[in-house]
């Protein structure tokens, strides 16, 4: 697939990390599975593992932790 950012690089399976914020609350996941563009490095998660990421996200503001590095599990 094209990357829909950069407009130029293609998109492969990969792994990537992602980083969210909500409030004070910081949340890295590493090992999320994605499309990652070859050229910008942008990443693109599908519907399942998106909703995935932002529970996970929304459980740890939940319980008001600053900071929380975890690996991702399907």
Known sequence: MKCTICKTGETNSGLTTVTLQRKDTVIVIRDVPADICSDCG?????????????????????????????????
């Open 42 to 74: 942008e990443y693109f998660l599908d519907e399942t593992t998106a909703r995935r990421v932002y529970a996970d996200a929304e459980e740890t503001a939940l319980r008001q932790v600053d900071v929380e590095i975890k690996r991702y599990a399907a």
